[in-house]
């Protein structure tokens, strides 16, 4: 089995930079999923992390480290259009997520 | 334009009656997944499917049924034994169990009366 945490809220201003955290444990590991979901839509692709380290998409970055069970989802220059529940997943032969971080970006 | 579609977007029902949500997907993929979502969730895995006539229990199986006939096809019944059926519906489907992303239907909503 699996088990997932993540920080329910984060409010951040426009501009800024968040990060959110996710911590797992897991029998297995085939890597750890970030997705975005605005309110009311199916969740959308941001990043997939299968090696240690840190891995850069444009404004968004996300990092793993499989010793400590963590990860977590860095958002730069903040827009408000990023408003939206993030959702930490993880792939043990099937894929498992999170409750979800509802990020705010005010102005 | 390959994708996955779901049927109905929102679906009402009465207590005590089964309905079935449907997922078609021509992406190719071998593996399809069902999730329910409840407001201000995470999804929760109900079902999934690895390849044609085969398919595995999630975390929440209970009152829920699937069939896998077709690859293309991965329908959910949602029975009249699920307690608590009102919730958003999610079908996904990716290329391998475990590796790649999944890529998600719009959705279904099932509001029971």
């Known amino acids: 089995g699996q088990n997932i945490d993540q920080p329910t809220e984060m409010t951040a201003t426009e501009g800024a930079i968040v990060q959110i955290n996710c911590t797992y444990q897991t029998s297995g590991f085939n890597g750890l999923f970030w997705y975005q979901q605005h309110a009311g839509e199916a969740p959308t692709f941001l990043s997939y992390?299968?090696?240690?380290g840190l891995e850069e998409k444009g404004r968004f970055s996300s990092f793993l480290s499989r010793s400590k069970g963590y990860s977590y989802l860095l958002l730069k220059e903040l827009q408000m259009k990023d408003s939206a529940s993030y959702l930490c997943?993880?792939?043990?032969?099937?894929?498992?997520f999170g409750a979800g971080t509802t990020v705010t970006v005010r102005a | 334009d390959g994708g996955i579609t779901q049927s109905p977007k929102y679906l009402f029902r009465k207590e005590g009656q089964n309905v079935t949500l449907s997922c078609e997907q021509n992406l190719n993929h071998d593996a399809m997944y069902w999730y329910r979502q409840d407001p201000g969730q995470g999804l929760r895995l109900i079902y999934y499917s690895q390849i044609v006539n085969d398919f595995q229990k999630g975390d929440i199986a209970e009152g829920y049924s699937v069939s896998r006939e077709k690859k293309e096809s991965f329908p959910l019944t949602v029975t009249s034994a699920q307690k608590n059926p009102t919730a958003f519906y999610l079908c996904?489907?990716?290329?391998?169990?475990?590796?790649?992303?999944?890529?998600f239907g719009e959705g279904s909503r099932l509001t029971v009366l």
């Open positions: 997943a993880l792939n043990d032969y099937k894929l498992s």
């Open positions: 996904a489907s990716g290329g391998q169990v475990n590796t790649g992303e999944l890529f």
């Open positions: 992390n299968v090696l240690d």
